[in-house]
């Protein structure tokens, strides 16, 4: 008796929402999919709803039943949560495959980890891919952004089925591309998530602004946030933002007044801002909107300091108007700022991994299908398309203009919110690293000086050639004996 021939193009593993969606969206595209979960009761609910009928949609209920299913080279998706249930499927599927054949965790997993487990599962002669999901319940069904990296060899044989699946823009290309080695594809898809933190926290500070100080209704903001969607700063979280202002509960009060202003978080914003303190990369925006998040779950200590830390009288005068639009300019500008970190982020990280990123490629991934889409990411890509060796979005003509063009509102609003005692964190911390960055000279010298006096660490000169290194007797008994390291 002869074995049967494999059928399933890919096999995927975790039959949570998102893996169900992923699934339906490549049994759409025609490609058949073998499934696994480790409970076989919701393998067998999820063929008897969502896949009902789908007869290109193959159920298992052992891992072994699941590879033998799989065309060669095998492919098989992840869809788990991060972490240790990820090693442990992997030593599972490990005597399951052969040479050649490609795992892919689609998960939020952590960068190190998708770089450790590249390099072991290499080892074993399988192939490996960390791919980044973005998108949501929606995006997994109908067409998320895709960021997959990891094995080079494994990518032209899954090319094919993740481009389909994926969301397009306009001219058809998909969000969907190679992005590096290892863990390249889970670290794009981490500062992403830094960046939909920050974005996220913009938008909240310009709301807090409207509601705290000019005494607006959440009907009022939403047909703000609804006009700024048609203009530049057209996006997701805008568009969803002005919706979600315009809601009303059962009794026909606006819900958003009763949630909780308690912010969770799940841990991905947290790890950008742990690799921007490895790289050394300014991060100030996303750690701000981390901190913020952190400081609103502080509720119960923010209700009792409220009635003994009194502030400043938050009641407007002017015109109302005018500030709007300067709140509009400035929640742009800020935003500029947001991603220009996040790509400072990325070449950082890039020179330390020895990554190829591509730079306007990874912009296009976020086009579509992503919670951080936006029309400007076009704008990104072309300065890269210009570009490609740009060294900070700044120096790029266009977003270059519309800071500076912008920085007039932007000072405005964040010196108007000092003055009320209305809380900016990631507003005012994005003006003021553009402050720093646009200054040829800073503090610093000072810093140096100190840190010699008390530490012998050692600084440069301006009146010398750079690389060389002075200490001086500050006390006239500290003597010639330095600390050895510069960056001590």
């Not at 889409?373 to 990104?380: D, G, K, P, Q």
């Not at 900070?392 to 964040?414: K, M």
């Not at 500050?474 to 600390?483: F, I, K, L, M, Y």
């Amino acid at each position: 008796m002869t074995e049967e021939t494999p059928q399933a193009d890919i096999g995927l593993i975790g039959l949570a929402v998102m893996g169900q969606n992923l699934v339906l969206n490549m049994s759409d595209h025609g490609y058949t999919v073998a499934v696994y979960n480790r409970t076989t009761s919701v393998t067998d609910e999820f063929m008897a709803g969502p896949a009902h009928g789908r007869t290109n949609i193959i159920p298992a209920h052992t891992l072994p039943d699941l590879v033998k299913n799989l065309k060669r080279p095998r492919r098989v998706m992840l869809m788990i949560k991060a972490g240790k249930a990820v090693d442990m499927v992997i030593e599972s599927l490990l005597p399951l495959l052969e040479p050649g054949d490609i795992i892919i965790d689609g998960g939020n997993s952590h960068y190190p980890d998708t770089i450790r487990r590249t390099e072991y599962v290499e080892s074993k002669g399988l192939l490996y891919i960390g791919m980044g999901v973005s998108g949501g319940e929606e995006g997994a069904r109908f067409g998320p952004s895709l960021m997959p990296g990891g094995s080079p060899e494994a990518w032209p044989h899954v090319k094919e089925i993740f481009q389909a699946i994926a969301a397009k823009v306009a001219d058809g290309t998909p969000c969907c591309d190679w992005v590096g080695e290892n863990g390249a594809g889970h670290f794009v898809k981490m500062v992403h998530n830094g960046i939909e933190y920050g974005d996220m926290e913009l938008i909240a500070e310009a709301y807090n602004l409207m509601q705290t100080a000019l005494g607006m209704t959440p009907d009022e903001m939403s047909r703000v946030f609804a006009r700024w969607n048609e203009g530049k700063l057209d996006s997701y979280l805008i568009e969803i933002t002005s919706e979600i202002l315009a809601f009303k509960d059962e009794d026909g009060r606006p819900l958003v007044d009763k949630i909780l202003d308690k912010a969770g978080q799940k841990g991905t914003g947290k790890w950008t801002v742990q690799a921007a303190l490895d790289f050394g990369t300014p991060l100030t925006l996303i750690a701000e909107a981390v901190f913020a998040r952190a400081l609103s779950a502080l509720k119960d200590e923010r209700v009792a300091a409220e009635p003994i830390l009194p502030g400043p009288d938050t009641a407007f005068t002017g015109d109302r108007a005018a500030f709007i639009a300067d709140l509009e300019d400035a929640l742009y500008a800020a935003k500029i700022i947001s991603y220009t970190q996040g790509y400072m982020l990325f070449r950082a990280a890039a020179e330390e991994q020895n990554w190829h990123l591509n730079y306007g490629g990874i912009a296009l991934m976020w086009r579509e299908g992503c919670i951080i889409r936006a029309a400007f990411l076009e704008n990104i890509k072309a300065a890269y398309d210009q570009n490609p060796d740009l060294t900070n979005l700044l120096f790029d003509p266009y977003f270059r203009e519309a800071v500076v063009q912008g920085q007039g509102a932007w000072r405005r609003v964040v010196a108007r919110a000092a003055e009320w005692g209305v809380p900016l964190p990631a507003m005012s911390s994005a003006l003021s690293f553009f402050d720093g960055y646009r200054h040829g000279r800073l503090p610093a010298n000072l810093i140096q000086a100190q840190r010699d006096y008390f530490g012998a660490h050692t600084y440069e000169r301006t009146d010398r050639p750079r690389g060389q290194f002075f200490h001086t007797d500050w006390t006239g008994e500290g003597g010639d004996v330095t600390s050895g390291t510069y960056n001590a």
